[in-house]
């Protein structure tokens, strides 16, 4: 039985323009992994209401999971709740049980509860809130799409109130062997391997280190034996 897909939508300009560096897709991918969920395609987009809902509809219609990252703070420019609400033609508004939370938070900490933060406690009418340790506002799940903050310590924490309640499959496990020979010297040998144990995912990434130029090969699957079997074989072959 294969595991279930998942996709991962970033969105935000200051990632496509340089400014800050995207850390939560490697985070994901790592956590993916344990579950036994396939990560298999990352979007990355700008705040743009339009493209945000088309990417939306498209990776919810294409994979069992969507996570998305980025655009559900307080300012003008976070829009992604609105969009992945116009993606699933849902009503939005701000949530009493939204408000509530922001509502005690803001109390305890002795801060307003103002227009611009009110903006968090907007939700769609049919989601489920997604907890959030860190500051409060939460993220929401609908249907098969996941919102989360772009923070990376409020996304990881949004992630751990996820991931619990996914069903994951076999986790993927990897094996790595340096071979120190040029990928065109590897190819050949390399993509008969490949075919003869074809339920592995098998990748070449070349190095060069002191003139000295190879590869390392990665293969990924659920079963240990065949990876091990995969290994011995590679050895044979480049011995």
Known sequence: ??????????????ILSGRTRDANMHFLACELTQKGIDLKEVRVISDDASIITETVKQVAGSYDHVFTSG????????????????????????????RDLLQAHYDKTGRELNEAR??????????????????????????????MAGVPSVFKAMVASVLPGLTGGAPLLSVSERIERGEGDIAGPLAVLAEKYSDLSIGSYPFQDNGLYGANIVARGTDQAQLDAFVTNLKKVFA
Do not use: K, W
Request: proline share 7%.
């Open 1 to 14: 039985m294969q595991n279930p897909t998942a996709a991962m939508v970033v969105i935000g300009d200051e």
């Open 71 to 98: 655009g559900i703070g307080p300012t003008h420019d976070d829009i992604t709740a609105d969009c992945v609400a116009a993606a699933f033609g849902q009503h939005i508004d701000v949530r009493a049980d939204a």
């Open 118 to 147: 009110l903006r968090m406690a907007r939700i769609p009418d049919d989601a489920t809130l997604i907890e959030n340790p860190i500051s409060i506002a939460p993220g929401f799940a609908i249907e098969n799409v996941y919102v």
